[in-house]
T-cell receptor, first 111, second 112 residues
Framework: DAGITQSPRHKVTETGTPVTLRCHQTENHRYMYWYRQDPGHGLRLIHYSYGVKDTDKGEVSDGYSVSRSKTEDFLLTLESATSSQTSVYFC??????????FGPGTRLTVL | QQQVKQSPQSLIVQKGGISIINCAYENTAFDYFPWYQQFPGKGPALLIAIRPDVSEKKEGRFTISFNKSAKQFSLHIMDSQPGDSATYFCAASMGNFNKFYFGSGTKLNVKP
């Protein structure tokens, strides 16, 4: 596996609470991505980063924010979690914005 | 609106048979078409990828066929094995940041 870790791996939270998911890489890759995976939808891009402090929205960014203060860390925050955000979240990294390598995922349940 | 449409949703193949998964896209600006394999509880892993300047790419038992005029591409798994049982995703991307658009996935079950 590429050097990508995600934390936590599992989380159960209540509606309305803030949640932060962390993606950490040891590959020094420039590009980082957050996806969510839901049955029947494949993976959908939430946000991505093309450098430290450089981020942009993906196709399903509503309700999510991100931050990247260091090359190795990309944080995804749900400001006020809703049940529709129950999903499996994957982080991916890429060096030349071509091939993407995925992390192990975080399973988030919002009650 | 889904940018990449994938079929079938599920597929059962006998050991030794050929598995075929199809994808179609609309945006002619896409210039990179990867296939990912995902086992339960794991992240997707790149299997094989193709650019639109070639019509076919083969790596071992896995082949991508690409039809630019029809805006379709497919994954063929020859001599399918039980170990190939997984979910397969096609994707398409374009642009400087290589944002991927994924198909909805195909769950393949290879019967021994």
């Amino acid at each position: 596996d590429a050097g990508i870790t995600q934390s936590p791996r599992h989380k159960v939270t209540e509606t309305g609470t803030p949640v932060t998911l962390r993606c950490h890489q040891t590959e020094n890759h420039r590009y980082m991505y957050w996806y969510r995976q839901d049955p029947g939808h494949g993976l959908r891009l939430i946000h991505y980063s093309y450098g430290v402090k450089d981020t942009d929205k993906g196709e399903v960014s509503d309700g999510y924010s991100v931050s990247r203060s260091k090359t190795e860390d990309f944080l995804l925050t749900l400001e006020s979690a809703t049940s529709s955000q129950t999903s499996v979240y994957f982080c991916a990294i890429s060096s030349l914005a071509v091939e993407q390598f995925f992390g192990p995922g975080t399973r988030l349940t919002v009650l | 609106q889904q940018q990449v449409k994938q079929s079938p949703q599920s597929l059962i193949v006998q050991k030794g048979g050929i598995s075929i998964i199809n994808c179609a896209y609309e945006n002619t600006a896409f210039d990179y078409f990867p296939w990912y394999q995902q086992f339960p509880g794991k992240g997707p892993a790149l299997l094989i990828a193709i650019r639109p300047d070639v019509s076919e790419k083969k790596e071992g038992r896995f082949t991508i066929s690409f039809n630019k005029s029809a805006k379709q591409f497919s994954l063929h798994i020859m001599d399918s094995q039980p170990g190939d049982s997984a979910t397969y995703f096609c994707a398409a991307s374009m642009g400087n940041f290589n944002k991927f658009y994924f198909g909805s996935g195909t769950k393949l079950n290879v019967k021994p």
